[in-house]
């Protein structure tokens, strides 16, 4: 019988990046990257898993942004042309690389890997990703939720519950068209929790949510099991606390397994490196310089001199690190239940992008890991949060502290001098979407169209995404442009509305441009 479990908890996200009037756009690329490098690398794992009959359990948290992108025909599209690209590329590679032995072994792992990316995602699931998911569901193995619609940064909106509730009805919404029924569980974006959210996902039937560990820490009163045990909000919802231990291992720069000399480096790519009369094919069409996917080093040491990647020796550690992780935690439960009336239970979420993206092996060390949780040891058993209140209804009732999970765990990467002036011109907007949606006029079929998709625009506005880029000065002007846009665009269409005349083909380019959510409803912002 074991003697606490470790919950393995993936939000998978990626800002709304569709820019189908502009193909080719550096920034269209994040999805594509994204895709290949993580998502798709994840859910081959998934599949041999499942293949092999390894009765793994994850909790898997998938944005609506993301998930409509997933199925978005353009972006299926140019997931095709990009694999398709990467193979090419790839063959390349083994003729520039022939006469190094260790750079032509690197490329022909690289030109493997991602012929069998396109095989699986393009041939065996038609470039699907949403059908190649709901299998692994089905069979149990990952419980899936949602988050806020766009990722709006709920604390920011606090001031306008109208706001806070539209961002978590649409995303219900969507989850329930696309994959039936309600998600036991939410992620609130940034982890940002604010007393009184648990309030609106009660409403909605959502059984549990995940904070930091100082909203636990300043909990009133005291959290008898702290970050090992859930507590109740007095809403009723449950309240799953994010395990520093279970996680600095893995995503801290300075300690953690990413950094290993022998993983692959990240910083280092073909695509600022080759000629451009080489690598121009595969970069995007405004010229910008980015990364292929190709990249040939390992981390090596701190410095610029790095040494050849070896895969091998990569997937080596990677196996040696996941039995770390995992002893790591067996300790911690065998010290635990000497003194708690209960199984602790270990919470480790991660951004789903950390494996693949950022951390190459992160899948391998991902999947190894679960392999030896299930067969090699007894003590750690793999659950999710809904899994543990099955066995545990019973737990503490709190007053949680308000949080996120960004630096010194406040919400001063989304709210400070770079980036707050956004609030005053949100509040704004969500009085306005609450007008519109309150108003008892006649509606017709173009005004119906405007104001569904002022409320697309506006909770694009909210994402959480463009004031953590303004945030950073490399992706500052971004995150500032796309805020501009969106809200010039809400506040265009409310001007018509209010008028009674519109520029129905400026409706339909956005319509087209920003397109989705296809069945909302502006009445979710009453």
């Not at 890991?369 to 503490?396: I, K, W």
């Not at 998709?453 to 506006?458: I, P, V």
Request: aromatic share 12%.
């Amino acid at each position: 019988m074991s003697l606490g479990y470790l919950s393995l908890v993936l939000h998978a996200h990626l800002p709304f990046v569709r820019h189908a009037d502009r193909p080719g756009v550096h920034r269209d690329d994040w999805f594509l990257e994204a895709l290949v490098e993580c998502y798709v690398p994840l859910l081959q794992s998934w599949h041999r898993l499942i293949k092999d009959d390894v009765p793994f359990r994850l909790t898997l948290s998938v944005s609506p942004t993301l998930l409509s992108m997933f199925m978005d025909p353009f972006l299926k599209r140019r997931a095709r042309e990009h694999l398709d690209g990467l193979v090419e590329l790839g063959d390349k590679e083994l003729v520039r690389t022939a006469q190094c032995a260790d750079l032509h072994a690197v490329a022909g792992m690289y030109r493997e890997r991602f012929s069998a990316a396109r095989e699986f995602f393009i041939g065996e699931w038609q470039a699907d990703a949403v059908a190649c998911i709901e299998p692994i569901v089905e069979e149990g193995r990952i419980e899936l939720i949602t988050t806020a619609a766009t990722h709006g940064f709920l604390p920011g909106l606090k001031m306008n519950p109208n706001a806070v509730r539209g961002q978590i009805m649409v995303a219900l919404d969507l989850y329930e068209r696309v994959f039936g029924g309600r998600p036991e569980g939410f992620w609130l974006p940034e982890c940002g929790y604010y007393p009184e959210v648990e309030r609106e996902l009660e409403r909605e039937g959502i059984r549990y949510f995940f904070v930091d560990a100082q909203a636990i820490a300043n909990a009133r009163p005291h959290a008898k099991y702290g970050v090992h045990a859930p507590v109740y909000t007095r809403a009723g919802v449950a309240a799953f606390a994010r395990d520093p231990e279970a996680s600095e291992q893995v995503w801290s720069s300075l300690i953690g397994y990413p950094g290993d000399h022998d993983y692959r480096e990240y910083y280092r790519d073909i695509g600022y490196e080759l000629g451009l009369d080489y690598v121009g094919p595969y970069l995007p069409r405004d010229g910008a310089r980015k990364d292929t996917g190709y990249k040939y080093w390992r981390v090596t040491g701190p410095g610029e001199n790095k040494e050849v990647y070896v895969r091998e020796s990569a997937l080596g550690k990677a196996g040696l690190h996941s039995r770390h992780f995992l002893q790591k935690n067996i300790d911690r439960a065998c010290e635990l239940s000497q003194w708690m009336q209960r199984k602790p239970i270990f919470v480790a979420p991660f951004d789903a992008e950390l494996f693949g993206h950022w951390w190459f092996e992160g899948p391998e060390w991902l999947e190894y890991l679960m392999r030896q949780t299930v067969f090699d040891q007894e003590a750690v058993e793999l659950a999710t949060p809904s899994d543990y209140l099955d066995e545990y209804p019973t737990n503490q009732v709190v007053e949680l502290s308000p949080s996120t999970w960004g630096r010194d765990s406040d919400s001063t990467v989304w709210v400070s001098g770079r980036n707050d002036y956004i609030y005053r011109h949100l509040r704004w907007a969500a009085e306005k979407i609450k007008q519109l949606a309150n108003e008892r006029a006649p509606d017709n079929a173009i005004r119906r169209r405007a104001k569904a998709q002022a409320a697309r625009e506006l909770l694009l506005a909210q994402s959480s995404d463009w004031p953590f880029m303004m945030a950073d000065e490399n992706t500052a002007e971004y995150g500032q442009r796309r805020f501009r846009e969106h809200m010039l665009n809400f506040l265009g269409l409310y001007r018509q509305i209010q008028a009674g005349h519109y520029d129905e083909q400026w409706l339909s380019r956005l319509e087209a441009k920003d397109n989705l959510f296809p069945h909302i409803d502006s009445r979710y912002f009453a």
